[in-house]
């Protein structure tokens, strides 16, 4: 059926049909296009992606448990400082605890190279060799995770593909999830981007020295967050300065600590 000023062809900006079609929260038919009553539209996509998604992660979270590695998923828009944040992390965690770090972009290994000035070992995935997904999958985690030495670490940290919508769907076997959203982004992100922030563990309020130079209400900010995951954990940083850092640094190291005490109890 046909409504005016609707387009009833499936648009995804990932046109291959193999890859996800963002299926987002939608659970039912492939590629069903449902006109309800109010003429909003809801897209039906497929579930079966994200289930074969989910089985990967459970079976690399038995891996990683094995191995007692802690892994931790860090996301964020393009430029909030994912990369800035992980150096000043792995710089003040080395060597107190051991670190592997996977890097994902669409294209170069420009992360990689900074991370790897860290002396941390660092496996950069870039997605356009298998068309340019703009998230990491858990099959993707696996194959890099291949890569590493698990024996050798206590903690994966995971730089995810920046995107603020799509890598929060895909499970990828992590223990936690860290959202980092930089304060020359706007205060209304949380409540625009709500997924991601409901499905992460803490967030990362990041850029704070901009603070001074900036129209920003970090208050307003702090609610948004708040109004998706009430009592999130925000952690106010600046990853150019380490303001703020010990707080972040304290929650981190806890929660690896909790997973290998709960491991070995
Ligand atoms: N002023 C300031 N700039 C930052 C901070 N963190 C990152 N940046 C800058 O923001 C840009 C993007 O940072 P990057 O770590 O590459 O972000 P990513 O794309 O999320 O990995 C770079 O130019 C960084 O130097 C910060 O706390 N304060
Ligand atoms: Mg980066």
Known sequence: MMLPGF???MYFHHQDSHKHPHPHSHKDDVGTVIIKKDRTREIKVVRRVLDVNAKMADQNRVLFRENEVFVLNMMSSPGSGKTTTLQKTLSIITPEIKSAVIVGDICTTHDAERIAETGVPVVQINTDTF???CHLTAHVIEKAANNIDMNAIDLLI?????NLVCPAEFDIGE???VVILSV?????KPVKYPLMFRECDAALLNKIDL???L????????QCIHQVHPQMPIFEISAQTREGFDPWIAWLKERVKSKFQQHHN
């Open 131 to 133: 068309g340019g997904d």
């Open 215 to 222: 129209n920003y209400d970090k208050e307003q900010a702090i």
């Open 7 to 9: 387009k009833t062809k």
């Open 184 to 188: 020359t982004e706007g205060e209304d």
């Open 175 to 177: 223990d936690a999830r």
């Open 211 to 213: 603070l001074p130079y």
């Open 158 to 162: 995971v730089e995810n593909v920046g």
